[in-house]
């Protein structure tokens, strides 16, 4: 017999080997029916499971959350077999659910291309009208290497060979069709449903390897409601317009180039607001204790050896070729923390300079594959906001708080209020004890609680040397970006050798506080290119205003305005082309210019401007001095306002 207990905490004993379905039905022929998997001690699992052991037992409807991730897996298998029914002949290789959607790679002499989405999408339906169960079945590695060669379907016989000796081989039908799968799946196509929608072709190489086969991917993504497809699809389409790559190139901030991949080229604009953004974090730290040090872009690589980097991972990290009259590697800095305990152990620490807070704004660099990289927000070379806080064991809590605070109060200046906040526990691959882990979760853990946020659990996403807090934020279209952390660090400062003298004259090895706001300085540019959609605070544009004229008769007042703008600190521009003034205002609202003072000849008898807003219809005919102080007082950035009005 095994036992079984449900949500509402009751608890049933049945005969061992008794399939989730059999339970259903045995409560409800409804519940039987609404179903389409089971979880077993939070673990989803396919609905005919035989249960063999004592569980928690939770049924899943199609409209749970978990199930999401079980339409989009079966609405890959129902495009592998719709492919391969309209195409024979072609070879299916994986197709795994990804973020918002699913794709599948095939193997086919002709690449598929965005006109043969609607006819896959076709198929799709018909097939899932038919509503064929899923039924999965093991097979011996041998049987399954045997079917699948005699199909034709050599990528699948490689799958087999490299599945492990110890792991069963599952086999799922869905009619005639079938597919090696680890599974679960929901109890049959039909549920998955017409919420569905082919998005993109796009070429892969098979196993990521330029060396091997060039396959055509399709991606797809499903919902379990049309209008949660409907409304993801608009969120495509408007993100599409927010493009931070396109809205930089209208606004002249920045561009990449194939001699430097994955490195950004900061035209002055966009390195305008680069240092706006630079600045507003040092005024911040600054002021909450923090010193700024710099360290170096080259080091030893046995340094990065001794913190675990390169063991743990060194695909990312570029290292120096060596040279005849230099034997000695040196890594390109991936992270500034070991750098940082450098200057920490560079003299003797005393218990009373406790907490020690170090910050840098550094230059990092990462391998990232060539594919990956995706404009500001996936690059190789990005600078960090990042610091390191040295303290005692009996500081982790308070500590901590403080940067959930500051960091916290930081993002609502940038205009996101919709914060999430993830406690991310210990990864399989990690350094150090358990019990130091134990020690650090405990403490973290204790902040996050004193904090008095909601947060989730994201489980073994820690950082490989200590557990961390992931500050997710939700930006104006509703996608969500992961920016700032908090990690607490009981291992690396040990590995190098870091400690402090206590009151009794002890060397103790001091707790590292990881700490960073933005993360990636270029990729949190990016993130608020797209969520203002270029429509940045004033505070924050790197051309506040641009004083254009009509005819050239205004051309010495506007000269005058500007010289008075920059007196005021404000970074102005002039436009005093020869060229229609409705030509000059589309032109600088494409460049997304916050506000735009058009003089005339009446303009300048009277000193005044006429104010347009970016995109508003309606002008402001204001006297210049007033125009220029209330547009100075909007741009000074919401830090500095506090600290006049405190």
Not at 79 to 100: C, D, H, K, M, R
Request: hydrophobic content about 40%.
């Amino acid at each position: 017999m095994v036992a079984l207990t449900f949500p509402d905490g009751a608890r049933r004993e049945y005969p061992s080997g008794t399939t989730g379905l059999d339970v259903a039905k045995g409560i409800s022929p409804s519940l039987a029916k609404r179903t389409v998997a089971m979880a077993l001690d939070g673990a989803l699992t396919d609905l005919s499971d035989p249960i063999d052991r004592d569980a928690k037992i939770e049924f899943i409807s199609r409209e749970d959350p978990r199930a999401l991730e079980l339409i989009r897996h079966d609405a890959a298998h129902v495009l592998a077999e719709a492919v391969q029914n309209l195409w024979p002949g072609t070879q299916v290789t994986i197709g795994p659910v990804i973020e918002n959607g699913f794709y599948y790679d095939f193997a086919r002499n002709q690449p598929f291309t965005l006109e043969d989405l609607p006819v896959i999408e076709k198929k799709m339906r018909e097939i899932i009208a038919r509503d064929k169960p899923f039924t999965k079945e093991a097979w011996s590695r041998e049987q399954a290497k045997k079917t699948f060669r005699d199909m034709g379907e050599a990528f699948k016989v490689e799958l087999i060979d490299a599945i492990p000796a110890d792991q069963q081989i599952k086999v799922y039908k869905q009619g005639d069709w079938f597919d090696l799968c680890r599974g679960p799946h929901m109890t049959s196509v039909g549920k998955v449903g017409n919420a569905f929608k082919l998005m993109k072709v796009a070429g892969a190489y098979w196993r990521g390897d330029s060396r091997n086969p060039m396959l055509t991917r399709i991606y797809g993504t499903a919902f379990a409601k049309q209008e949660e497809l409907d409304g993801y699809l608009k969120q495509i389409e408007e993100a599409e317009k927010r493009d931070h790559r396109r809205v930089g190139r209208e606004m002249d901030l920045f561009h990449f180039q194939e001699e430097a991949p994955g490195s950004v080229f900061w035209h002055a604009k966009g390195w305008t607001l680069f240092q706006a953004l630079e600045n507003y974090i040092r005024r911040q730290q600054t002021a909450a204790g923090y010193v700024e040090v710099n360290s170096p872009q080259l080091m030893d690589k046995t340094l990065w050896e001794l913190t675990g980097h390169i063991p743990t991972y060194s695909d990312m990290i570029f290292l120096t070729q060596k040279r005849e009259e230099d034997e000695r590697v040196y890594a390109v800095k991936p992270m500034n923390c070991p750098g940082h305990i450098q200057i920490f152990k560079n003299g003797l620490r005393s218990y009373r300079e406790l907490p020690v807070k170090i910050a840098e704004f550094g230059k990092v660099h990462r391998f990232e594959p060539s594919g990956a990289l995706h404009g500001l927000m996936r690059v190789r070379a990005f600078t960090q906001d990042d610091a390191h806080v040295f303290i005692s064991e009996g500081q982790i809590a308070e500590e901590s708080l403080k940067m959930n605070d500051l960091i916290l109060s930081i993002y609502e200046d940038f205009g996101f209020s919709d914060v999430r906040i993830k406690f991310s526990d210990r990864p399989d691959k990690r350094i150090g004890e358990d019990a130091v882990w134990d020690k650090a979760e405990a403490a973290l853990m204790a902040a996050l609680k004193a904090s008095g946020r909601p947060w989730t659990l994201n489980k073994g996403e820690g950082a490989f040397y200590g557990p961390k807090l992931e500050y997710v934020l939700r930006d104006a279209i509703g996608r969500d970006w992961q920016c700032g952390t908090v990690q607490v660090d009981l291992n690396l400062p040990g590995r190098l050798g870091a400690f402090y003298i206590d009151e009794h004259s002890n060397k103790v090895t001091p707790v590292m506080l990881h700490r960073a706001m933005f993360g990636s300085l270029e990729r949190f540019t990016g993130i608020l290119i797209e969520h203002y959609a270029g429509h940045l605070p004033l505070w924050l544009s790197p051309v506040q205003a641009v004083v254009a004229t009509i005819t050239s008769d205004a051309d010495e007042f506007a000269r005058g305005a500007i010289e008075a703008a920059r007196k005021l600190g404000l970074r102005v521009e002039a436009d005093l082309r020869n060229e229609k003034i409705n030509y000059k205002v589309r032109e600088h609202s494409l460049a997304k210019v916050p506000a735009l003072l058009v003089v005339g000849k009446k303009e300048a008898a009277e000193r005044t401007v006429s104010i347009r807003r970016l995109g508003k219809e309606d002008q402001q005919v204001l006297p210049l001095d007033a125009a220029l102080k209330a547009l100075a007082e909007e741009a000074v950035p919401p830090d500095v306002k506090r600290a006049k009005t405190a």
